[in-house]
């Protein structure tokens, strides 16, 4: 009996040193051998209760020696499967890094961008923002209108001159909605029936302009009217109201980038 005690301790000493040895602060552990290690001594321990309370055919040492072995088979197949995820974890962050680094890399390009078009000669009075694949050029009603009318002031077609320029210079093949906006206000001094024929022939008289003077193919134009069902801010005061009449330039995604589905 004593001969088998001997055994079954060399042979948990013995994986003990196999699993520990030749490591160090810079040569830590495997998830195998951490695994191994813990199911050792984990089986060890259980196999030596198991021995002791209830077993006629071997003694603790022996309960302990065949725990060790059970627990460090067990423990290793854990260890690898944690290795396993671990690897594949780290791929997937790698993965997810490497995408939000390149999402990151095409808003400064077109932050970049944007920065550029703003800056261009006459566009002073004119907001650049790129929105789901569409630039839109905004511009407040009072540098293109006077109150309640709906024809261009003069000085407004060096305002849309500049934005035509940009938009001829890099996005020439590119259809051009005009949205018309106004405040809540109802109308009461002008000849319009409510805000949506006078958006609406704000936008169109953006669009004869594009059309009849810069001569902007017909099929790439289309006027919108939309009112005051398109705040940008409350209408609760002057200021707000202010903002919120407005035309709107959309120069539309490039048609190559929109996917219709079929049915």
């Not at 396993?84 to 808003?107: F, H, P, W």
């Not at 006459?122 to 569409?134: H, L, T, Y």
Request: proline residues 3%.
């Amino acid at each position: 009996m004593s001969r088998m005690k001997n055994i079954f301790s060399i042979t948990i000493l013995s994986l003990c040193v196999v699993l520990t040895g030749c490591r160090s602060s810079k040569m830590p552990l495997t998830p195998v051998q951490q695994g191994a290690l813990i199911g050792g001594a984990g089986g060890a321990g259980i196999g030596a209760v198991w021995a002791n309370n209830g077993s006629d055919v071997i003694n603790g040492w022996q309960g302990a020696g065949c725990g060790a072995v059970a627990g460090v088979a067990a423990g290793a197949l854990i260890g690898d499967a944690l290795d396993e995820y671990a690897y594949d974890n780290a791929s997937g962050m790698k993965d997810k890094d490497a995408q939000i680094n390149d999402l990151q890399r095409q808003l400064s390009s077109v932050e970049d961008e944007l920065t550029k078009l703003r800056n261009q000669p006459g566009m002073e009075n004119v907001q650049v923002e790129s929105v789901n694949g569409q630039i839109r050029f905004t511009i407040l009603n009072e540098v293109l209108f006077s109150a309640g009318k709906a024809d261009l002031k003069e000085t407004s077609k060096t305002t849309l001159d500049s934005v035509l320029a940009v938009i001829e210079q890099d996005f020439a093949d590119r259809d051009i909605s005009i949205e018309g906006h106004t405040d809540s206000d109802p109308i009461s001094k002008s000849k319009w029936k409510d805000n949506w024929e006078l958006s609406y022939n704000r936008s169109m008289a953006v669009l004869y302009y594009l059309m009849n003077e810069k001569g902007i193919p017909a099929e790439r134009l289309k006027a919108v009217a939309c009112g005051d069902a398109q705040p940008v801010v409350p209408n609760d005061s002057a200021e707000n109201k202010r903002l919120n009449r407005r035309a709107v330039i959309v120069v539309m995604p490039a048609k190559d980038s929109i996917v219709v589905e079929k049915k």
